[in-house]
């Protein structure tokens, strides 16, 4: 395989964003070769840039660009910049730049281009567009939707798989940990829908796969039936993360009186009797869990190295159970004071792009903006909506509430952090997987052109049509 050069590209790396190319051998970064000085619109966590380019190709030949960047010290830079591509394996850049005291800054470019070995590459055009790591999504339960969309209409479990696949490298997914439930979901039908997925997903991602799949297996407390259905898959590896959820009525997102019998009704078509039911049996099942085997089930994930997390926490009393248990994920903490605490603990708090991108949580508890800007979240994954995910890092950065780099990060270094496997994905740096997306913005909309996984690009996007 040729090796792969991404060009020109507004490339985000864990702490700054810079105008580089990005080569790629052997399924890894294997150079990263900044344009210019870097300065253009590198970041730091307190300043944040914004940037309207507009690239106007005029004759194959020569760009303009107007760039407008903002600091967090609210100086106010203008560069106009001129790229003339004289063909001659160099570009010529002239910048200039007015500060707010009305200062004017001339900066005269001379870039060596790598033009003249560009066949032994393919080369990706990335001008005009952003470079980022693939997302790393650690929890997204929206196969178990494609399987059954509607209460009770169930599709076959392969091609629910296969074409659920295909759906998240346009989303600019390169990693993902589907969350199958144990005890509600699939479950509710009883186990074999959820081992069958397991299965599945395990003999699919020896042989082949698209992005990188995994497994998050959540395990509700209360389903004690299936307690050494967990232990199993954790002695023999089939999963990789594991989260200990507990959704029974009156705590957690059902602390509302009804609101447990409304959902299963909903979600599960279920009749009122049928679901009041339900709820006497969970509280009765609740009454008789085995705190001790669950702490020693989450002794027996950490040393088979299956990262842990807890779910729903309405209380630090909550936190601290678990915490005991070994988690070092919380996800979808209830309120921001259970949010706040988590993260004092050192644990990371994951919450959902839906609700960052809808601006609300779906059933009216903690905002994850709110979160974020009080620095009680680290990591964002797509929950049930998988192009939420993309959507929500750019709506933080174009709203100013955390730099651009910063949050790409929730969605790629720090999920990978959580699970344990930042040495190899989550962020763009030599040697890592040349796990990468390019993103063009649209009417503010970030659009993925192409995803690349391990190198290879798995998907890429077009228009036929386009009138502005
Ligand atoms: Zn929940």
Redesign the pocket.
């Known amino acids: 395989m040729k090796p792969v050069c991404i060009k020109n590209g507004w490339v985000v790396l864990p702490n700054a964003v810079v105008k580089a190319d990005i080569y790629l051998q052997e399924g890894k970064i294997n150079r990263i070769s900044v344009i210019g000085d870097g300065a253009v619109s590198a970041d730091t966590e307190s300043a944040s840039f914004d940037a309207n380019h507009q690239l106007i190709d005029t004759s194959d030949t020569s760009f303009n660009a107007n760039h407008q960047m903002i600091d967090a010290r609210e100086k106010n830079f203008k560069a106009d910049h001129q790229i003339i591509d004289d063909r001659d394996a160099y570009f010529n850049v002239n910048h200039s730049m007015t500060d707010a005291a009305g200062k004017t800054r001339d900066a005269k470019h001379s870039i060596l281009s790598t033009a003249s070995n560009d066949e032994n590459f393919t080369v990706i055009d990335a001008r005009g567009r952003y470079v980022l790591p693939g997302l790393v999504d650690i929890h997204n339960d929206a196969i178990e939707k494609e399987v059954q969309p509607r209460p009770n209409t169930l599709f076959p479990l392969e091609m629910s798989l296969l074409e659920f696949e295909r759906k998240l490298p346009l989303h600019g997914i390169t990693t993902m940990y589907h969350s199958l439930s144990l005890g509600v979901g699939l479950s509710l039908r009883g186990d074999h829908l959820l081992t069958e997925m397991v299965e599945l997903i395990n003999r699919y991602r020896a042989k082949r796969s698209i992005i990188r799949n995994r497994i998050h297996l959540r395990y509700e407390i209360s389903h004690l039936k299936g307690l050494h259905i967990v232990s199993q898959y954790i002695e023999e590896n089939k999963i990789d993360y594991l989260s200990f959820?507990d959704?029974s009525p009156g705590q957690g997102?059902y602390r509302k009186e009804g609101s447990f019998e409304r959902y299963v009704m909903k979600n599960q078509g279920m009749e009122l009797t049928e679901a009041q039911a339900l709820v006497v049996d969970l509280m009765e099942r609740r009454k008789q869990i085995d705190w001790e085997q669950l702490r020693q089930l989450g002794h027996q994930a950490l040393q088979q190295g299956i990262s842990l997390a807890s779910?729903?926490d309405d209380s630090s009393q909550r936190v601290d159970i678990f915490k005991s248990y070994g988690i070092s994920v919380n996800e979808?903490p209830i309120n921001l004071e259970t949010a706040q605490y988590a993260t004092e603990q050192g644990l990371a708090v994951c919450i959902g792009a839906p609700n960052i991108v809808r601006g609300v949580s779906h059933d009216q508890n903690l905002r994850a903006i709110d979160a974020i800007a009080s620095g009680a979240a680290s990591i964002i994954c797509s929950d049930y909506h998988s192009s939420s995910l993309l959507q929500s890092v750019f709506k933080l950065a174009d709203e100013k509430i955390a730099a651009l780099p910063a949050a790409v990060r929730m969605a790629t270094l720090h999920p990978a952090q959580a699970c344990g496997i930042e040495d190899e994905v989550g962020s763009i740096e030599l040697g890592k997987a040349a796990d990468l997306i390019i993103v063009q913005r649209y009417k503010g909309h970030p659009w993925v052109t192409h995803t690349l996984v391990g190198g290879k690009t798995v998907y890429t996007a077009d228009t036929h049509y386009q009138a502005d």
């Open positions: 959820m959704h997102q779910h729903d979808f």
